[in-house]
């Protein structure tokens, strides 16, 4: 297990040889390719690497995907991995093998998998992480632990911490790194100091933070999200890449509604150069929430949702460059 100061010191070294880098050479790696980082790992080599999350094209078969994301121009997928979802948990073993296979004959990498693992004894969560670090594939997203009861927090907080230990072991045993998802509502994690505590004592190599700004500024609009994310950015591993508004619905209540990256409330600049500032490398796995994945196939509806990815596409690349992050 690394202690505090050898991630500290990880991070120095990683911010000292990236400066010499620079130096040697002007040069960069631009678009989608992936910038090496010089900071140990927690399972493998540590980059920065953008995807797409594949739920928004949950319309469309697994095998049809590797040339959809060809045609758009993305070459890496943060793809499902539970129910339904792409590849089906009881099924694992099997499917994901031959999906990994098909988006390596397409040139499209899966760095990372999103799965609705809580529990290292339920969910499929053995086979699953078994098959993922056969495969290579890094990391995966977990599940989320929720406040059934509010009278309750502190014995939930301790309940999930708890299970995500025993989920941190089964990752490290494969050699996998589960990233837990910051997300708004009942979620344990939607505070952020509840998620700093369940990752506090855990080994960072096992497991680390998916960092979600757009549901951390719905949780902390003011500086809730830039409190959050200063706590827990030596734990960020993963990060989702999304935006939203505010907007009251039809009975007048106010709901966030998720909109096209760059118009709506979250401060991704100020986001990645603080990620900038903490040596982030991994997966940034673009969601784009509001496009609908129940359009018919080949209908007006998903031609439009083509378009709008391919615009959030653009729109994360210039983000990450612009923050110097690839």
Same mark, same amino acid.
């Given at each position: ?30 678009g ?14 540590r ?11 949950g ?12 045609d ?36 499209? %990498? /899966? ?9 290292? =004894? *339920?969910?499929? @969560? #053995? ?37 995500l230990?025993d ?12 990233g ?59 990060? %989702? /890449? ?9 009975? =007048? *209540?106010?709901? @966030? #509604? ?53 615009r ?15």
């Open positions: 297990m690394m202690t505090q100061g050898q991630i500290n010191l990880s991070r120095r070294d990683f911010v000292k040889s990236a400066a010499l880098a620079a130096g040697l050479s002007a040069a960069g790696r631009v989608s390719q992936a910038i090496e980082a010089a900071e140990p790992a927690a399972v493998g080599p980059r920065v690497q953008p995807c797409l999350f594949s739920k928004p094209l319309n469309r078969k697994v095998a049809e995907l590797p040339r959809i994301l060809k758009l121009g993305i070459d890496a997928v943060d793809l499902t991995c539970r129910p339904g979802g792409h590849v089906l948990p009881e099924k694992v073993a099997d499917d994901l093998p031959a999906a990994i296979e098909r988006f390596k004959a397409a040139g499209v %990498a /899966v760095p990372m998998i999103t799965t609705a693992i809580t529990d290292a =004894g *339920k969910e499929h @969560a #053995e086979r699953i992480v078994q098959t993922v670090g056969r495969l290579g594939i890094r990391y995966l997203k977990l599940g989320y632990y929720l406040y059934a009861d509010m009278g309750r927090i502190p014995a939930t907080v301790a309940d999930a911490k708890a299970r230990r989920v941190a072991a089964l990752c490290r045993q494969h050699q996998v790194h589960a837990y998802h910051i997300h708004s509502g009942r979620c344990v994690g939607a505070a952020m100091w509840d998620a700093w505590q369940l990752l506090e004592g855990l080994a960072a190599e096992d497991v680390g933070c998916y960092f979600d700004a757009r549901h951390a500024t719905a949780e902390g609009g003011l500086a809730g999200w830039e409190i959050g994310l200063n706590l827990l950015a030596p734990r960020i591993t993963l990060l %989702a /890449v999304k935006d939203f508004v505010w907007r009251k619905d039809a009975k =007048g *209540k106010w709901a @966030a #509604e998720d909109v096209p990256l760059g118009e709506g409330m979250v401060r991704h600049g100020q986001v990645l150069a603080r990620l900038k500032d903490a040596a982030f490398a991994g997966p940034v796995s673009l969601h784009t929430e509001y496009c609908s994945p129940k359009v018919e196939p080949g209908s007006a509806a998903e031609e439009a949702n083509f378009d709008h990815i391919r959030d596409w653009r729109t994360m690349l210039d983000l990450l460059r612009n923050a110097g992050l690839a």
